[in-house]
């Protein structure tokens, strides 16, 4: 069983909204920050923020402060990345990510499958 | 904070090979790394004070000095050929970045 499954690719224009998904499988969700890291096409890895799904606490990157909301549903153990209007910049695949944050531990121990988010006119 | 990692490295097939990452934030957090092969996505190798995840080869291991910390694969494998990247919190403790990632070619 995958322990964290993300929703499927998305194409979209330039304006538009989306939400895309990760929901947690089994235990994944309890008891962890989970993570959104950005790659785009041929370049490395973004840290965007986390967020605590048992109270929604969450911590971004200046970088996409504002520019993205991040959201959970305890209930359903799913985490959400969303945009309120899609630039072309923003083409890229979209990871989540289990973060276990304890000082000896911190890592991103488990990744979802990636989304594939399309920016296009 | 930043991290710096050199965007590629080489080894030869057996030998020994590390990869650095240097930034103010591992003076306090340990990193961790990820293996990234194309079109996959990254997957943890090492974590903490040189931990690796079930799975995880032991010719991975990692070591962590002041502001520098290191993956060193040793006896490399054409299948250890990957985009590697660092990983740490920064001096806020709720913040996150990522090495800009070295790319290795197993010669």
């Known amino acids: 069983e995958v322990p964290l499954v993300q929703s499927g690719a998305e194409v979209k224009k330039p304006g538009e909204s989306l939400k895309i998904s990760c929901q947690g499988r089994g235990h994944t969700f309890t008891g962890y920050w989970i993570g959104w890291v950005r790659q785009m096409p041929g370049k490395g890895l973004e840290w965007m923020g986390n967020i605590w799904p048992d109270d929604s606490t969450t911590n971004y990157s200046p970088s996409f402060q504002g520019q993205v909301t991040i959201s959970a549903d305890r209930s359903i153990s799913t985490a959400y990345l969303q945009w309120s209007s899609l630039k072309a910049s923003d083409t890229a695949m979209y990871y989540c990510?289990?973060?276990?944050?304890?000082?000896?531990?911190?890592?991103?121990?488990?990744w979802g499958q990636g989304t594939m988010v399309t920016v296009s006119s | 904070s930043e991290l710096t990692q050199d965007p590629v490295a080489s080894v030869a097939l057996g030998q020994t090979v590390r990869i650095t990452c240097q930034g103010d934030?591992?003076?306090?957090?340990?990193a961790s790394w990820y293996q990234q092969k194309p079109g996959q996505a990254p997957v943890l190798v090492i974590y903490g004070h040189n931990n690796r995840p079930s799975g995880i080869p032991d010719r991975f291991s990692g070591s962590q000095s002041g502001s520098t910390a290191s993956l060193t694969i040793t006896g490399a494998q054409a299948e250890d050929e990957a985009d590697y990247y660092c990983?740490?919190?920064?001096?806020?403790?709720?913040?996150?970045?990522f090495g800009g990632g070295t790319k290795l070619t197993v010669l």
């Open positions: 990983n740490c919190r920064d001096s806020s403790a709720h913040r996150l970045s």
């Open positions: 934030g591992l003076r306090n957090y340990y």
């Open positions: 990510a289990r973060w276990q944050q304890l000082a000896s531990k911190d890592s991103f121990d488990i």
